[in-house]
Every structure is written in structure tokens, then in C-alpha cells.
């Protein structure tokens, strides 16, 4: 199955469900691992696309208050 730029595939063994890039590349740490189907791993990578436009405003990173 492909979703937002994933793969979503069987891992072969036990029924889990794994993500993978499409092409080449690697999958992001936050989306390794394994997933019992694969509306879960569907959320995992909405989760993970709405937090990494989180602080961005016009294409610019936005000042998060560190310091």
C-alpha cells in the first residue's frame, strides 16, 4: 500500500506491517519499527508529516523560545 510517499508492506513474518521509502532513501527514525495494520502505521505518518511542518511559517523555521 502507498501512502503520502510510504510504502506500507507485511514485514513477511509475523503479520506486522513495516514502512518504507519509495525509491531510494531511508524512512525517518520516528517511523521505523513495526505496526499491527496498517491504519496504524497510516497514523504514525500523519503524526509524523504535522510535526515536522510544526514551526515553519512561510518555508522559515520560527523562533520556539529556547535561550
Do not use: H, W
Not at 527514525?29 to 500523519?46: F, H, Q, V
Amino acid at each position: 500500500m502507498d501512502y503520502k510517499g510510504y510504502k506500507i508492506q507485511g514485514d513477511g513474518t509475523f503479520g506486522l506491517y513495516e514502512v518504507k521509502p519509495q525509491g531510494r532513501g531511508t524512512v525517518p527514525k520516528p517511523l521505523r519499527g513495526k505496526y499491527t495494520n496498517t491504519r496504524e502505521a497510516c497514523e504514525a505518518i500523519d503524526r509524523y508529516e504535522s510535526s515536522k511542518d510544526k514551526g515553519r511559517k512561510n518555508g522559515k523555521t520560527t523562533d520556539q523560545g529556547g535561550d
